[in-house]
């Protein structure tokens, strides 16, 4: 092999190695979303679902399942401080972090037209939390949020009395 085809070749290896170091640096929500999506359980569904509002809410799943609340927060609406979001998500990763490893299921209440109530049941536990989703941004750019300024750690991580006990029901849970 001649010094010029040695050149050659270490010239395309080295740019070769470059182009898929600096492809690898750069996140891809696409590849992100499946790679969450084949990293965690499936999420069930019922209701009344929009593709933005399954998504957000299977993320926020992902989240708690994982114990990521920087993550968690990120899905939050702009309508609270970015300080309350993240305050927000540490305590539902405290209060439903190991809830969401198990089997859960969303019900959504309502057609998702720009605010949506949804009902997680985590199956393992048998515990219940309500989100509140609404189209976020400018004529809602920004697509689906989740309302995340509770800061009370009381509040913020009660169940919700008005929700069916299992989803798809309508069975209330006793008046205490």
């Known amino acids: 092999m001649t010094q010029t085809r040695k050149s050659a070749l ?76 993240l305050a927000n998500a540490k305590i539902w990763v405290t209060a439903f972090g190991k809830d969401a490893q198990g089997g859960v299921t969303a019900e959504f209440i309502d057609a998702a037209i720009d605010r949506q109530t949804v009902v997680v049941y985590f199956h393992d536990t048998g515990r219940r939390k309500d989100l509140h989703l609404r189209l976020d941004g400018i004529g809602g750019e920004d697509g689906w949020k989740i309302r995340m300024n509770d800061t009370d750690p009381k509040t913020a991580a009660a169940e919700p009395t008005w929700a069916p006990r299992t989803p798809g029901t309508g069975e209330l849970p006793p008046e205490s």
């Open 10 to 85: 270490f010239a395309a290896a080295a740019t070769l190695a470059l182009l898929i170091g600096s492809c690898a640096a750069f996140s891809d929500p696409e590849l992100d979303y499946v790679n969450d999506y084949v990293s965690h359980r499936p999420l069930r569904a019922a209701g009344y679902p929009s593709a933005g509002t399954l998504e957000v809410v299977q993320k926020a799943v992902w989240r708690l399942a994982d114990g990521d609340a920087g993550r968690l927060a990120g899905l939050a609406t702009s309508d609270g401080s970015k300080t309350e979001a």
